[in-house]
């Protein structure tokens, strides 16, 4: 697929680029093939949500900005597909909350450690932590490779924000206690479910909408962050996704058809 064949006035522009951009980073070495079966995965819930960033999400989003914001050894937490979609927006985020960035990966070797950590430096990060011989902390709950983590990060991190993120590791994380930001298009998955905040979005919109709020609530006192957080239900958000995928099945069903933001008449 070239740029040349994305026109711009194509009713998928946005996705087309999307999938072009999760392609190239294959071939780098930085998002695995199981990376492009997943994101397919969660594309088909963001057509059931409506591709667009809902009140409900937006409430999740502010939740975990007060959460990174209110912690005290924040980690935002890395794979591939994340560092190849919204790289820059994670580092921007790290650096108004605070936070520490750790590569985490399912499918780990050293080469793709390195061309993650390569692509963050390059999109401004200082220390990234979790590449090579610095992942020599275990969580045994995991049997996976995402088992290896940093002593300076997730292993001593009270909250770890773990975008496109599989349900082993988020239920470990928080049987240890750890406060856990999801970002899923599934309601349903058991990353969703275990996770104290679940963002149900589309992490190219969920990121930079997070990195917005977050400039805004940094200078805000503890007590106002707490509210936020005391505020938010994980399972009343998770169930106001599902019943927002429902409404607009149910839409659809009537109409017959289905239409994308860029075509007239969408809602």
């Known amino acids: 697929m070239n740029e040349t064949t994305i026109k711009t006035k194509h009713p998928r522009a946005e996705s087309l680029s999307i999938r072009k951009r999760l392609i190239q980073h294959y071939k780098s070495g930085i998002v695995a093939d199981a990376g ?28 975990a900005a007060a959460m990174l914001l209110n912690a005290e050894h924040p980690v935002i937490s890395v794979n591939g597909n994340a560092a190849a979609l919204v790289g820059k927006d994670i580092v921007e985020l790290a650096q108004v ?15 793709r450690e390195i061309a993650i950590e390569t692509l963050l430096s390059e999109a401004g990060a200082g220390k990234v932590l979790g590449v090579g011989k610095a992942a020599s902390g275990r969580i045994h709950e995991i049997g ?14 009270d909250v770890v924000m773990v975008p496109l993120e599989d349900g082993d590791r988020t239920e470990a994380l928080a049987k240890m206690k750890k406060n856990v930001i999801a970002v899923d298009l599934n309601p349903l998955s058991r990353t969703a479910q275990f996770a104290t905040v679940t963002i149900v979005d589309n992490i190219v919109r969920a990121m930079p909408a997070l990195v917005r709020i977050a400039q805004k609530l940094k200078n805000e006192d503890r007590s106002r962050l707490q509210a936020i957080i005391a505020d938010f239900s994980n399972k009343e958000s998770l169930s106001e996704a599902i019943r927002l995928i429902n409404r607009r099945l149910s839409q659809l069903a009537e109409k017959g058809t289905y239409l994308t933001p860029s075509q007239k008449g969408w809602t």
């Not at 996976?144 to 991190?157: F, M, N, Q, T, W």
């Open 97 to 111: 909350t605070k936070s520490k960035i750790e590569v985490n990966l399912f499918y780990r070797s050293t080469k």
């Open 144 to 157: 996976s490779e995402r088992r290896r983590v940093d002593p300076e990060g997730i292993l001593v991190a």
């Open 36 to 63: 492009l079966f997943a994101h397919g995965r969660g594309e088909a819930f963001d057509y059931l949500l409506g591709e667009k960033t809902g009140d409900n999400a937006l409430k999740a989003i502010k939740a």
